[in-house]
């Protein structure tokens, strides 16, 4: 079973910085691709970065480029992401997601198909 729990959320004035952490067990950390979600209140799910399975790829939301970055330790099982110049909009909560491969005759692809709980991130203004 596939288990992933984010931590490190909480109140913040804008401005400041959270450290979010996501402990991913139940098959091989290192193997799969991951990335961090948001749903803010009243609103659908938004992407907002990614990493590759090594590390040396991430990709970023507009909105949160140059602010935000995302980073993996395959040895500790633990996807991150440090928030720094935090905005009352990027109030949500921040879900983890890890990525499963999948192929056919039509192809490969990627999917998220394994989320955690997600951790509350409020600015306050």
């Known amino acids: 079973q596939v288990l992933l729990a984010e931590s490190g959320g909480g109140l913040v004035q804008a401005g400041g910085s959270l450290r979010l952490s996501c402990a991913a067990s139940g098959r091989p950390f290192g193997s799969h691709d991951l990335a961090w979600y948001r749903q803010a209140p009243g609103k659908g799910p938004e992407w907002v970065s990614a990493?590759?399975?090594?590390?040396?790829?991430?990709y970023y939301a507009d909105s949160v480029k140059g602010r935000f970055t995302i980073s993996r330790d395959n040895a500790k099982n633990t996807l991150s992401l440090q928030m720094n110049s935090l905005k009352p909009e990027d109030t949500a909560l921040y879900y983890c997601?890890?990525?499963?491969?999948?192929?056919?005759?039509?192809?490969?692809?990627?999917?998220?198909?394994?989320w955690g709980q997600g951790t509350q991130v409020t600015v306050s203004s």
């Open positions: 990493i590759n399975t090594g590390g040396g790829s991430t």
């Open positions: 997601a890890s990525a499963t491969s999948y192929c056919s005759a039509y192809g490969c692809w990627k999917q998220y198909d394994y």
